[in-house]
Each structure stands twice: as C-alpha cells, then as structure tokens.
C-alpha cells in the first residue's frame, strides 16, 4: 500500500470496516467493563475469545503501519481522524485489563494441554497487543502537532 493511499484509508477509519470490527469487540465486551463485577467467562468460551484478541492484534497491527506511512506528511491528516485514533486506541489500551484478568483466571483452572497451550498463546498476544497499541498512540502524539487544521492555523510571525 503506497503513502497516499494509506493516508487515505486511515482518514476513512470511522467509516472502515476494520473499526466496525472493534467496535463490535469493544460491545462484545462492554457488559464486562460497565459491571461492577465483570461477568467471568467460562473455558468453553476460550474460541471467542482468543478470536477476539487475534482480531484486535491484527487490527491494531495494521492500523500501526498505516500509522507509520502517514508520519512523513502529517498535514494530510484532520483533528479528528488523529482524534478517533486515540479514541478507539486508548479505549482498547483500556480494556487490556480485562483479557488479561480473564486468561489468570483460566490460568489457575484444571485445563487441558490444549486449552494450556491457547491461554498461554493468547497470554503473549495480549502482550503483543499492549505493545503495538503503545506504538500507534505514540506516533499519533507527533502526528496530532502538524494535522491540516494545525497548518492552515499557522501564522508565521
């Protein structure tokens, strides 16, 4: 995918399907987040599961390169594309917690060697989500200071 066409995609991302997909995980597991007391899920939803973190990985993963090919020219960019990335981002950063606690859970149950193996695998993609998550709200800091809005503002003294 060259530069213009990843600027383009990433300035679609509210109407994208690939947030359309988060939006849907993030629904998914809003009941969880509203509850005093997240609704603990048993191990015979570890499918959904770890369908829900391989998907907002590659998500994120994707959203990480396009990121990277929009850096050089940030002005192409508005407010509140680079907005809704820290949105949706940061939202997801948040419930990290909640994958996280749910896989100790499993963790601590009798399991098979295969549901061992998928918790544990799961485990590390979370890990691998966090990082890549960072790596998209770090370069949207930068590319948030030169966003079309902030140049046409610009008033060269």
Not at 125 to 135: A, E, F, L, N, P
Request: proline share 6%; hydrophobic share 40%.
């Amino acid at each position: 995918m060259g530069p213009v066409r990843a600027v383009t995609a990433l300035m679609a991302m509210p109407r994208n399907k690939l947030i359309e997909r988060q939006i849907e995980l993030r629904r998914r597991w809003i009941r969880l987040a509203m509850a005093e007391q997240p609704d603990w899920q048993p191990i015979s939803r570890l499918p959904l599961i770890g369908s829900m973190i391989d998907g907002m990985l590659q998500d994120a993963e994707e959203h990480c390169q396009t990121l990277l090919q929009a850096a050089p020219k940030p002005h192409v960019l508005d407010d509140y594309t680079v907005g809704r990335v820290f949105e949706v981002f940061g939202s997801q950063k948040n419930d990290l917690w909640l994958f996280e606690e749910q896989l100790a859970r499993w963790k601590i149950d009798k399991l098979s060697v295969g549901q061992r193996h998928e918790v544990d695998r799961l485990t590390e993609q979370v890990g691998r989500c966090r990082t890549v998550i960072d790596s998209i709200l770090s370069p949207a800091e930068q590319l948030q200071q030169g966003t079309i809005e902030k140049v046409l503002a610009f008033k060269p003294s």
